[in-house]
């Protein structure tokens, strides 16, 4: 497709929109900032590649200190593998043959790679699609209070943690959650029971995988864990400036977009609908805020459309042809509807990634 995309030192006032656009110095001070807070406390850190899905991202956060990476589907996975990395989780329940040959394909060349299971009928499948000559280390999925995924209490997690150990084409690997907001004591509980029923029979628990940006600055209250994960942290978003994770400061990613109607005295109308934006709320009642117009409210996404109810701003909404910029309630979606993303510094386009890992949804 020949899109017009900017070569670096274009002015981001030059740029083609709806686009999203990367702070340079905001990203990287969120890459120092996190790795920093995860050494400090003696906890291994995973950064969650969901949130990019860009390799060029990925070599910065294992640069600065990054373990491995974490990736949530078995071809996502594939892209940061071809990219040359070689420790890898994946903390999904990976079910059905066709996931399953492309699993052990996987293994066969990455150095380190790990799933999770939550039930019998996952770590059967595992089981059988693997060789004890190359085993799978397998996780067992804990919930903590997520109340999403995983298994309800430590003995069914040791109970889990036995039948994978038994299978002689898989490795126990340890345990891993995804908590709710504010659960650390939660986690810390769930964590100390297992390992100690695990260390009752012999068993070790060499990972116990804890994560989360919004509790991302909470890892320490969970000593029990040997390592965080983490995504959004990377670029945050709305969510996190609303959890208390960031300020605005932090912020990395915004959504350039341009007025293309001011139809009546309390409307306007943005480039950027629901292909540019996400429409998750996250509890909020627009789906973005425009930076210096307060009050304004995205209020409604079309597939090309963003409406704004402009009645509440408490100064002049911008003009036809305007650019304005936009933060996004969750990131991670977004980067999902591009097939690249704009860096800039200080205004100043530096450079264009490709977003590798885009569409890699099973």
């Avoid at 989780?89 to 996987?106: E, F």
């Avoid at 100390?192 to 012999?202: F, P, S």
């Avoid at 609303?242 to 943005?270: K, N, Q, W």
Wanted: some cysteine; aromatic content about 6%.
């Amino acid at each position: 497709m020949n899109y017009p995309w900017p070569e670096p030192g274009t002015p981001l006032e030059q740029v083609a929109t709806p686009m999203p656009v990367i702070d340079e110095d905001r990203l990287a001070a969120n890459i120092a900032r996190v790795q920093t807070y995860c050494d400090t406390h003696g906890k291994a850190f995973r950064p969650h590649i969901k949130t990019h899905k860009i390799a060029a991202i990925a070599r910065q956060q294992v640069e600065a200190g990054a373990v491995g990476l974490n990736c949530q589907k078995v071809t996502e996975a594939e892209v940061f593998a071809d990219a040359g990395f070689d420790d890898i989780l994946i903390t999904y329940n990976i079910l059905g043959p066709a996931k399953l040959v492309r699993l052990k394909a996987l293994n066969a060349r990455v150095t380190k790679l790990a799933v999770v299971a939550d039930s019998e009928t996952t770590v059967a499948g595992l089981a059988s699609a693997f060789d004890a000559d190359r085993p799978l280390s397998v996780l067992v999925e804990c919930d903590t209070g997520g109340k999403r995924c995983g298994v309800q209490t430590p003995e069914a997690a040791v109970a889990l943690a036995e039948r994978i150990a038994a299978a002689p084409s898989l490795r126990f690997g340890g345990i891993m959650t995804y908590p709710s907001i504010g659960g650390a004591a939660q986690v810390e509980a769930f964590m100390a029971r297992t390992m100690a029923l695990l260390a009752e029979k012999g068993m070790e628990c060499p990972v116990r995988s804890s994560g989360g940006s919004p509790d991302l600055f909470s890892a320490h209250l969970v000593p029990s864990a040997s390592e965080h994960r983490a995504g959004t942290y990377v670029y945050n978003d709305r969510s996190m400036v609303r959890a208390g994770h960031c300020t605005e400061d932090d912020l990395a990613m915004y959504i350039l977009a341009t007025v293309v109607s001011r139809p009546a005295p309390d409307r306007a109308v943005l480039d950027s609908g629901s292909k540019a934006l996400t429409s998750d709320l996250l509890g909020f009642s627009d789906y973005g805020s425009i930076v210096g117009f307060e009050g304004a409210r995205i209020v409604s996404l079309s597939e090309e459309h963003a409406v704004v109810d402009i009645s509440g701003c408490t100064r002049p909404f911008a003009e036809i042809g305007a650019m304005v910029k936009v933060v996004p309630n969750h990131t991670c979606v977004v980067t999902n509807l591009f097939d690249r993303m704009v860096f800039h510094r200080n205004g100043i386009v530096t450079r264009v990634e490709n977003v590798d890992a885009r569409g890699t949804v099973w």
